[in-house]
């Protein structure tokens, strides 16, 4: 769910930038990926909560990569599979501050003794909210020409 007062609009002209993809059908899954929605690469900074039982703390994360359906998070703290989480979008400052709500999937133990987290979105996001946060200009990733 996207808590927001109302609808983000960059406010810029689209430069001419790919639409982001949709939703494969069965017959478009070959070999080993399944996954309903392309994942793009980011590095965005966010804060997250955990929404229901847990306490009002917030932790800070990465953002390592994101589709309509859900992210790829890196955090210093682990949360249990089934975690219901509160995340902060960042998006540009002129907006509200909306916050997407995601259940873990999955959490690995890195290297470094981080936590990677695979969330699921409770609500796919729109091709407009998505483009708007690839289009953030905190997002460091190298997105790919």
């Known amino acids: 769910m996207i808590a927001a007062t109302k609808p983000y609009s ?18 478009d899954f070959r070999g080993g990926e399944r996954r309903a929605w392309i994942r ?6 966010t804060f997250c909560r955990q929404a229901i039982g847990g306490p009002e703390m917030c932790w800070s994360g990465v953002i390592q990569n ?5 992210m790829r998070l890196l955090m ?6 089934g975690s219901l989480l509160k995340m902060d979008v960042p998006l540009p400052v ?9 259940r873990v999937i999955y959490a690995t ?16 996001l729109d091709e407009d909210y998505m483009g708007a946060i690839l289009k953030n200009p905190t997002n460091r990733a190298q997105m790919p020409v």
């Open 10 to 27: 960059s406010g810029m002209p689209d430069i001419g930038a790919p639409r982001l993809g949709s939703a494969p059908t069965a017959s």
């Open 40 to 45: 793009y690469p980011t590095h965005l900074e």
């Open 66 to 70: 994101i589709s309509r359906g859900g």
């Open 76 to 81: 210093h703290r682990r949360f249990e599979p």
């Open 94 to 102: 002129e907006q509200p501050t909306p916050y997407l709500m995601s």
């Open 109 to 124: 133990l890195q290297p470094n003794g981080s936590w990677a987290l695979g969330c699921a979105f409770t609500e796919e």
